[in-house]
Nanobody, 124 residues
Framework: QVQLVESGGGLVQAGGSLRLSCAASGRTFSSYGMGWFRQAPGKEREFVAAINWSGGRTYYADSVKGRFTISRDNAKNTAYLQMNSLKPEDTAVYYC?????????????????WGQGTQVTVSS
């Protein structure tokens, strides 16, 4: 099993940047694929980005492509989401998630472990 803790959220002006971190417990972090999802008030949780176990493959939602970058450091048991050129519509609670087996996918059901979320608010 793995436990996930997100950090790095906050309030930022439009056009600004934030870097989210997802710290994982356990010694097998490198065996998990990782994903980031977000949920805005009144909306369903949506896929943001994903990365496979080695970091060699990544995938992004069209809405964040070119602005967000997902990465991971297996030596530090941590995944990251670098968010640049933020827009007010990026405002949401951001969740990291882990999937056994090391692959990645866009569907939330693929991920068996979730963090508690971190709030990102982008002001106009």
């Amino acid at each position: 099993q793995v436990q996930l803790v997100e950090s790095g959220g906050g309030l930022v002006q439009a056009g600004g940047s934030l870097r989210l971190s997802c710290a994982a417990s356990g010694r097998t972090f490198s065996s998990y694929g990782m994903g980031w999802f977000r949920q805005a008030p009144g909306k369903e949780r949506e896929f943001v980005a994903a990365i496979n176990w080695s970091g060699g493959r990544t995938y992004y939602a069209d809405s964040v492509k070119g602005r967000f970058t997902i990465s991971r450091d297996n030596a530090k048991n941590t995944a990251y989401l670098q968010m640049n050129s933020l827009k007010p519509e990026d405002t949401a609670v951001y969740y990291c998630a882990a999937a056994s087996g090391g692959g990645y996918a866009t569907g939330a059901h693929f991920y068996g472990y979730w963090g508690q979320g971190t709030q990102v608010t982008v002001s106009s």
